[in-house]
């Protein structure tokens, strides 16, 4: 069962937050563990089960890079490390640029740059997001032939995006220096 089907939802890579939340609090409900206290231990434990199937389902699909790493996964792009397709060399170029300028940071901290270094991983990031915006909000309603090629374009958005978050965690530590 995916956790599209416990929530009886299409899958999507942008769920509905107030659908899934109530869908998380019905089946919250039937499987609290009160319920249950006076049942057989076999009952217990489904329901336990149960419960903890819902509690992963609601906190994957509410957290968009983890939805779109699921539904990645569950369509087979997204695997172990190094089984996923290269990136542009233009990408990685870039990524390699502004990952020396954090380097070089690093060893010779200066704000003004730390911020105009963050503006520009912010900058990147916003246009990685609204260069996918298109693709994630037509992919519910694509046919199974259209599917491969929007999950492809979703991958590439994915990886890009581990790329951008790095960078973002990094200067984060520089801000804090």
Known sequence: MTYFELYDLPETFRPDPATLRAAYHR????????????APAHEQQAALDRATLNTDAYRTLADPDRCLAYVLRLHGRLGAEGQAPPLPPAFLAEMMDLNEQLMDLQLAPNPTAT??????????????????????????????????????????????????????????????Q
């Open 115 to 176: 911020a105009q270094a963050a503006a520009a991983v912010d900058a990147l990031a916003a246009d990685l997001d609204a260069a996918i915006r298109p693709t994630l909000d037509a992919y519910p309603s694509l046919g199974a032939a259209d599917r491969p090629a929007a999950l492809d374009h979703v991958l590439e958005h994915y990886l890009r995006r581990q790329y951008v978050r790095r960078l973002r965690e990094q200067v984060a530590r520089l801000e804090q």
């Open 27 to 38: 089946i919250s409900r039937d499987t609290h563990p009160d319920f249950f206290a006076t």
